[in-house]
């Protein structure tokens, strides 16, 4: 059988997604697994990480299998080594690998030459983790317990975590509006995969200007930091680009009485958030944080599945 990846959230079909949203909902609920007993499982990280590496770290664990932390400066990949050669060495110790990395490319190439799965813990094209996580905490939040017809407003970056959520939106059926300053909308490959996602399940995707006409009658309003890893040098501008672009309680306030304010964290308080708004009543985001090691132990279980046969 040949080995599943997880770089983008359009790897899975809708119906995985489904499915690994119910696995996570019975794992959260006390449901077992040991389907890495015996295994090993490496975490190849080239940037900083609390909540992605705490608990993927967590999951394999608590799998039964053994997690190997490999920082930048241990393994210096495409430095000391290159990524074709870390990528065959690894897929003959370990039975996965779970890599973040500055480019998305460096993921793609991992995964052509590994013969194991590799997991996207963060690129600077997606999180499909992050976004996985975030579906469960928006179905487990939202009155009718359904994504399908659900409005999700993103308010800032068209970044990583604004595409994996776009794109997972669409595939089931949520309706996804970002509202981002000229210059910051989603990169056009994604809408357009966004778009063509959505048109199955009857989902509408848009972009748009004003963070208001986003927010109003949503029941989810998300934003994520102006500026992410990677991009500091282009921290000042993009500060100045991002001027409005808060979510404010007054913002929050114009969505649907009953929606949640989501965040991936970190945070930068005074910026793409207002002070308060992560204790703010309507406030999902350590519900979020929690959710990533639920939904990341079936996309594991998934993965490791794919693997017998
Ligand atoms: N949300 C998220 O991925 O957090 P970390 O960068 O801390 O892993
Ligand atoms: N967009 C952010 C997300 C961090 C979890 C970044 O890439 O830094």
Known sequence: ????????????????????LNRAIA??????????????VAMLFEKQSLRTRVSFDVAVHQLGGHAIYLGREEVGLGNREGVSDVGRVLSRYVDAIIARTYSHQTLVDLASYATI????????????????????????????????????AFIGDGNNVASSLAL?????????????????????????????????PGAVIRQVRDPKEAARHADVVYTDV???????????QRRRDFQGYQVT????????????????????RGEEVAEGMLGHRQSVVFDQAENRLHIQKAVLEFLMDGQKG
């Open 226 to 236: 102006w500026v992410s890893m990677g991009q500091e040098s282009q921290g000042d």
């Open 117 to 152: 799965p590799v997991v996207n813990a963060l690129s600077d094209a997606e999180h499909p983790c992050q976004a996985l996580g975030d579906l469960l905490t928006i179905q487990e939040h939202l009155p009718s317990g359904r994504l399908k017809g659900v409005s999700v």
């Open 249 to 268: 309680p007054e913002l929050m306030a114009l969505a649907s009485p009953k929606a949640v304010f989501m965040h991936p964290l970190p945070a930068h």
């Open 168 to 200: 997972g939106a669409a595939a089931v059926g949520a309706n996804f509006v970002i509202a981002s300053p000229p210059g910051y909308e989603l990169p056009e490959h994604i809408a357009k995969q966004s778009h063509a996602l959505a048109r199955t």
């Open 27 to 40: 794992m959260k609920m006390g449901a077992q697994s040991q389907c890495l007993a015996g295994k090993s």
């Open 1 to 20: 059988m040949k080995k599943r990846d997880l770089l983008s959230i359009a790897d899975l079909l809708p119906k995985e997604i489904q499915g690994l």
